[in-house]
């Protein structure tokens, strides 16, 4: 009986820390597809800055 008790205890912190690892993992996942959102993001914004300063030089140039 003694055990199996402690067969199930063993199971259940291999379980735990798995799932842990898990999480972690799911984390990791989510972590860098947001990371990677924000870096198009901000690629698109930079595209929009650098094309708004191109436009600005452009017109001044051409007045």
Same mark, same amino acid.
């Given at each position: 009986?003694? &055990?199996?008790? $402690?067969?199930?205890? #063993?199971? *259940?912190?291999? @379980? &735990?820390?798995?799932?842990?690892? =898990? @999480? $972690?993992? =799911?984390?990791?996942? #989510?972590?860098?597809?947001?990371? &990677?959102?924000? *870096?198009?993001? !901000? !690629?698109? $914004? @930079?595209?929009?800055? #650098?094309? *708004? !300063? =191109?436009?600005? &030089?452009?017109?001044?140039? $051409?007045?």
């Amino acid at each position: 009986m003694l &055990i199996v008790i $402690s067969i199930l205890i #063993v199971h *259940a912190r291999l @379980l &735990i820390i798995y799932a842990h690892c =898990l @999480l $972690s993992h =799911l984390i990791l996942i #989510v972590h860098a597809r947001l990371l &990677i959102i924000c *870096a198009h993001c !901000l !690629l698109f $914004s @930079l595209i929009l800055i #650098v094309h *708004a !300063l =191109l436009l600005i &030089i452009y017109t001044h140039c $051409s007045l």
